[in-house]
């Protein structure tokens, strides 16, 4: 129904940014909340950032101040601006989205109360 595809992981050092992108395709309409999610080897899913429809944003405290989620709601693409990346970063990076039919829905940091993911990309932060 709705496909997601991730961009932009790559190799970092510490303290050096990237930004991820996002597109999603198929049956795509408003009132979706999109997000990231993030996975580091022998751990669980965790919420990373999510934007809904009225561009309200969440992050997770460990990365306030440093990442910055973004949408463009014609082009249907989330972006994760990620600066001063530490080690603690690295993980596979999901994309996610959540349909409320809302404007203003408040995104579930729960990775289980997401409809649809991307295959992830791996952001790997050297030190």
């Known amino acids: 129904q709705v496909q997601l595809v991730e961009s932009g992981g790559g190799l970092v050092q510490a303290g050096g940014s990237l930004r991820l992108s996002c597109a999603a395709s198929g049956r795509t309409t408003s009132g979706y909340n999109l997000g990231w999610f993030r996975q580091a080897p022998g751990k669980e899913r965790e919420f990373v950032a999510a934007i809904n429809w009225a561009t309200i944003t969440y992050y997770r405290d460990s990365v306030k101040g440093r990442f910055t989620i973004s949408r463009d709601n014609a082009k249907n693409t989330v972006d994760l601006e990620m600066n001063n990346l530490k080690p603690e970063d690295a993980a596979v990076y999901f994309c996610?989205?959540?349909?409320?039919?809302?404007?203003?829905?408040?995104?579930?940091?729960?990775?289980?109360?997401?409809?649809?993911w991307g295959q992830g990309t791996q952001v790997t932060v050297s030190s």
């Open positions: 996610a989205a959540q349909w409320t039919g809302s404007m203003r829905a408040t995104p579930r940091r729960d990775p289980e109360a997401w409809r649809y």
